[in-house]
């Protein structure tokens, strides 16, 4: 496996860094937090990003999309840490183009996939129902009721939900064989729809995440998504390419945030010297390095196995997210500490790196559960 | 078919006629050919195969046909360890002559030295160790004492050496010596090399905590080297040096890989068994996890930078892959000790006893782990 970016994807990269830096970055984040109609990501950013096409990326041609490589979205995701942008495309044009595309419904496909592309529609993923990420946990469930069904259950920490145009809820169904256990499904819904109420949560990245309600809503089997696979393998890969793009994520905010500390390191003095020449703030920013060039590997590494759907890719991806989380939180908290006081005010961009990683880490699974995930899967 | 499949095919049908069934087979410590004059050895396999691939200049691929290699291309010799690899070959021979001081011979020494050592050291007649360390430098090094006085046509060498590995067993030392004391630390120090069995030379094995002695004193008194054996220009040392340096720390780096023994995996599960597909120890089964990610990311990152390294030479991380990878392999034995648990203490009959013992000394050999992160934050990281 090629562990080393080609023309292309370094291009996308430079290509992403460039635009990020000039329209992103925490000082727009800042604005963000303080526009009282803030819709939890930046509409201008969006669009943006929309002309520049990035949403129809891993859309298929056949869709209006240019079939792009996950490593070269991947690129993109890391710039988006290094520069704090705020926008959908993780969970509408990664995880909801990654979801329609691996469907065998080609009525959805044909109908979403397009729109994405064109940056016309936005979605939410609706899956955890515990505080504390768990996806065994599924109790919202799908009763049949007169020929159609009705759909009634609680999500928790959907992002995006408060601007989706529709949700994918992943749900609970009578199994088609008598006596087995409830199989999961995939239920898209309008987020017009009645019966749904929403209530949106602003968070300390300044992002919203919903909580949603469902109370009988009407669902059609039209509305249930098809797959080729179980829908319990589908979960686990949809989570699989979420924790992977989250590393990704996480590793680009860990390196701006060691990269801010470096360059404070190199500009404080106290007792008469700059504190970077201190042997005790030298080993941790070594060592520091030194995690976050292992981090470099396994993202790429992890990026490369989406592609090639590689069959250990949960293992992958939860060791890529485990290592990442925990690098980007020694990488922000240990900036926080090497600003020292200033690195506690708001008018220093660290914190902002903080905040934004621990929201990341919880996304989808910590360091903890991924850790657990990944002995599990290596037998164990 | 491009020339590379060709040499792969050839490499392949070559290796499958040449190479000893029981030289295929997992290797011990034992069982490593480090050559030599007093090498005695192990089997006919172990002389057939050290014999057949040094005479196609395998041992050492990318050195010059002249100088004993066989003047094989980056790309032929990764497709020559990938074949070595496929069939589980063991190293035909090891040690500090191919890997170390004769690269750094073929990058500064002379015609004469080139002709002198290469060849011998590529066939495996000659067994080599490194005299760096001294009883007052061992983390500044460059703080070295061991005088050379120069006479002209050759130099008198006193001092000591230690942590010389093998020193008794090698026939030859590649050996840093001050000769210039008007100068700056690092600016009077020459790498000169000499015969172990030079009058003057004297070698006392050091007993560690593992009960080995794999380490030598060396001492040196009134020692004759021949003016023509400097490595480079007199004086000029430091950058050979810091060269070996790098490519030690490189080897160094690859620790905590030994396709010998069973992986901590199997180890754990064999000792604490599985309840429905869960090791039988939570703390212990995290503490492994997180051990195994962090080994997987540390052979990714080397796989990584060699490709990112192979157009460039040498890089700038192998101080970061050093301090990582013992670090590592340091943690492995002290996981390893948790799970064997008091067996483990065992002195005899336990290698786990030993191995976590000599672990001890994986972050101080070659540097450190304190002076490798030095190296990252200055010369990396730009603190000064």
């Known amino acids: 496996m090629n562990l080393v970016l080609n023309e292309e994807e370094t291009m996308i990269k430079d290509a992403a860094n460039d635009f990020l830096f000039e329209n992103a970055g925490p000082d727009h984040l800042r604005n963000l937090r303080d526009d009282p109609d803030s819709k939890g990501f930046s509409v201008s950013l969006w669009g943006q990003m929309i002309d520049l096409g990035w949403p129809s990326l891993l859309v298929p041609e056949e869709f209006g999309g240019l079939d792009f490589s996950n490593v070269g979205m991947g690129q993109i995701m890391q710039q988006v840490g290094c520069h704090l942008a705020t926008s959908p495309l993780l969970i509408t044009g990664i995880l909801g183009v990654t979801l329609l595309k691996n469907s065998s419904s080609n009525h959805w496909k044909a109908k979403i996939l397009p729109l994405i592309a064109q940056?016309?529609?936005?979605?939410?993923?609706?899956?955890?129902?515990?505080?504390?990420?768990?996806?065994?946990?599924?109790?919202?469930?799908?009763?049949?009721?007169?020929?159609?069904?009705?759909?009634?259950?609680?999500?928790?920490?959907v992002v995006d939900g408060q601007v989706a145009d529709s949700f994918i809820v992943i749900a609970k169904i009578p199994s088609e064989k008598p006596k087995e256990t409830d199989d999961i499904c995939f239920v898209i819904v309008d987020s017009n729809q009645q019966g749904i109420s929403v209530k949106n949560n602003l968070?300390?990245?300044?992002?919203?995440?919903?909580?949603?309600?469902?109370?009988?809503?009407?669902?059609?089997?039209k509305q249930i998504l098809k797959f080729n696979e179980s829908s319990e393998s589908i979960l686990q890969k949809l989570l699989s390419t979420a924790n992977i793009y989250l590393s990704a994520e996480l590793l680009g905010i860990a390196e701006k945030a060691f990269e801010l500390t470096m360059q404070y390191l190199k500009t404080r003095s106290q007792f008469g010297v700059k504190i970077g020449s201190f042997?005790?703030?030298?080993?941790?920013?070594?060592?520091?390095?030194?995690?976050i060039e292992l981090g470099k590997s396994i993202v790429l590494k992890a990026l490369r196995s989406l592609d090639e759907m590689d069959q250990d890719i949960n293992k992958i991806a939860s060791m890529a997210k485990a290592k990442t989380s925990k690098i980007a939180e020694n990488a922000t908290n240990e900036g926080i500490q090497m600003h020292g006081g200033i690195g506690m005010t708001d008018e220093f961009y660290i914190g902002f790196y903080l905040k934004r990683a621990k929201v990341s880490q919880l996304l989808f699974g910590d360091w903890k559960y991924h850790l657990d995930r990944a002995a599990y899967l290596s037998g164990y | 078919m491009t020339n590379l499949s060709l040499f792969r095919e050839s490499t392949r049908s070559w290796l499958a006629d040449n190479c000893p069934k029981s030289m295929r087979e997992p290797m011990l410590e034992k069982d490593i050919c480090r050559g030599g004059r007093n090498h005695i050895f192990q089997s006919n396999d172990q002389k057939i195969w050290l014999d057949r691939m040094a005479s196609k200049g395998w041992t050492a691929p990318t050195w010059p046909i002249e100088f004993g290699g066989a003047g094989l291309c980056k790309e032929q010799a990764k497709v020559l360890r990938e074949e070595l690899i496929a069939i589980e070959a063991r190293p035909p021979v090891s040690g500090m002559g191919i890997s170390m001081i004769g690269p750094a011979i073929l990058e500064f020494g002379s015609e004469t030295l080139k002709k002198q050592h290469l060849p011998a050291m590529a066939r495996g007649e000659i067994r080599w160790c490194q005299g760096y360390s001294e009883p007052n430098s061992g983390s500044d090094l460059a703080g070295l004492q061991?005088?050379?006085?120069?006479?002209?046509?050759?130099?008198?060498?006193?001092?000591?050496?230690?942590?010389t590995s093998y020193g008794d067993d090698?026939?030859?030392?590649?050996?840093?010596?001050?000769?210039?004391?008007?100068?700056?630390?690092?600016?009077?120090?020459?790498?000169?090399?000499?015969d172990m069995e030079t009058k003057g030379v004297t070698t006392r094995p050091i007993q560690l905590i593992s009960g080995t002695s794999q380490f030598c004193e060396t001492y040196l008194d009134d020692v004759r080297v021949e003016i023509d054996q400097i490595v480079g220009e007199i004086d000029a040392g430091w950058t050979v040096a810091k060269y070996l340096l790098t490519h030690e720390r490189e080897a160094l780096g690859k620790m905590g890989s030994s396709p010998v023994e069973r992986s901590i995996k199997e180890q754990a599960i064999t000792c604490l068994d599985l309840t429905n597909g869960r090791l039988n120890d939570e703390v212990i089964r995290?503490?492994?996890?997180?051990?195994?990610?962090?080994?997987?990311?540390?052979?990714?990152?080397?796989e990584r930078v060699n490709a990112e390294i192979a157009s460039s030479g040498v890089g700038n991380t192998s101080a970061m892959l050093k301090y990582y990878g013992t670090e590592l392999n340091k943690r492995k034995y002290e996981l390893l000790i948790s799970i064997h648990g008091s067996e483990s203490m065992h002195w005899e009959d336990n290698p786990v006893s030993r191995q976590w013992l000599r672990s001890k000394g994986n972050?101080?050999?070659g540097g450190t782990s304190e002076i490798q992160l030095n190296i990252i934050a200055k010369r990396i990281l730009g603190l000064g």
């Not at chain 1, 990245?205 to 089997?221: A, C, E, M, P, Q």
């Not at chain 2, 010596?177 to 000169?192: C, E, F, P, Q």
């Not at chain 2, 995290?286 to 080397?302: G, M, N, P, V």
């Open chain 1, 119 to 157: 940056g016309k529609t936005k979605m939410a993923i609706a899956i955890d129902e515990t505080s504390r990420h768990d996806p065994q946990v599924i109790q919202t469930k799908l009763t049949p009721k007169a020929g159609e069904y009705v759909l009634n259950g609680t999500k928790l920490n």
């Open chain 1, 203 to 221: 968070l300390i990245d300044s992002r919203k995440t919903s909580s949603l309600i469902f109370s009988d809503v009407k669902v059609t089997d």
């Open chain 1, 279 to 291: 042997q005790a703030l030298q080993h941790r920013s070594a060592n520091l390095w030194a995690e």
């Open chain 2, 146 to 163: 061991t005088k050379a006085e120069n006479f002209g046509d050759h130099l008198i060498v006193n001092g000591q050496k230690v942590w």
């Open chain 2, 170 to 194: 090698a026939d030859w030392m590649f050996c840093l010596v001050r000769t210039n004391t008007d100068v700056g630390k690092h600016s009077g120090i020459s790498l000169v090399l000499f």
């Open chain 2, 286 to 302: 995290k503490e492994l996890i997180d051990w195994e990610i962090d080994y997987f990311c540390h052979q990714l990152t080397s």
């Open chain 2, 363 to 365: 972050s101080i050999e």
